[in-house]
């Protein structure tokens, strides 16, 4: 069974860092890309950033760039997501996600983690 | 980067209706559409891919429809158990999110 579990999440206050944590198993996780995507409290789903099988390519939302960095560590099947400069309008909780390419027809988030909150505020 | 929206953005209907939420693109996305159901608290579960793919193990009620800017997500007969939000996403571009749309039971 597919399993992700997220951690790491906190209050924090803003200008300050924070290191969420993705554990996978269930799965070949150096076969998947990976992504982060976060929900603020009683918005919508906003996708933060990817992350290649290799690592070797990463992409972000255009609000977070320059300031989060996703990463990975295949040995340990755990996904990453530092996160730096942190604003009020981060405050959301942050779900990892498998990303599941389907020919002709894109990309989509086949597995969930439970998701952590963060919360950014003084 | 592309703009989804989808209407109602909430409805009420009652056990045993059909039920059909709508989604549309800002320029065209071929059919690069997923349909997610979230419920409260939890995380969301994939429904449909590639606009009208059956998710394995999502009950045969769902199903998706579309192409181009214009999608539909239809629940054939509403279940207690589908009161949720349901949002499209499409990944032609940049991966975006609709607004949701939020299911209650009558």
């Known amino acids: 069974e597919v399993q992700l579990v997220d951690s790491g999440g906190g209050l924090v206050q803003p200008g300050g860092s924070l290191r969420l944590s993705c554990s996978a198993s269930?799965?070949?996780?150096?076969?998947?890309?990976m992504s982060w995507v976060r929900q603020a409290p009683g918005k919508g789903l906003e996708w933060v950033a990817n992350i290649k099988q290799d690592g070797s390519e990463k992409y972000y939302v255009d609000s977070v760039k320059g300031r989060f960095t996703i990463s990975r560590d295949n040995a340990k099947n755990s996904l990453y997501l530092h996160m730096n400069s942190l604003r009020a309008e981060d405050t959301a909780v942050y779900y990892c996600?498998?990303?599941?390419?389907?020919?002709?027809?894109?990309?989509?988030?086949?597995?969930w983690g439970q998701g952590t909150l963060v919360t950014v505020s003084s | 980067d592309i703009q989804m929206t989808q209407s109602p953005s909430s409805l009420s209907a009652s056990v045993g209706d059909r039920v059909t939420i709508t989604c549309r693109a800002s320029?065209?996305?071929?059919?690069?559409l997923n349909w997610y159901q979230q419920k409260p608290g939890k995380a969301p579960k994939l429904l449909i891919y590639a606009a009208s793919s059956l998710q394995s193990g999502v009950p045969s009620r769902f199903s998706g429809s579309g192409s181009g800017t214009d999608f539909t997500l239809t629940i054939s007969s509403l279940q207690p158990e589908d009161s949720a939000t349901y949002f499209c996403q499409q990944s032609y571009s940049t991966l975006t999110f609709g607004p949701g749309t939020k299911v209650d039971i009558k």
């Open positions: 996600a498998r990303d599941l390419e389907v020919a002709a027809a894109g990309t989509n988030f086949d597995s």
């Open positions: 269930g799965f070949t996780f150096s076969s998947y890309w």
């Open positions: 320029q065209s996305i071929s059919s690069y």
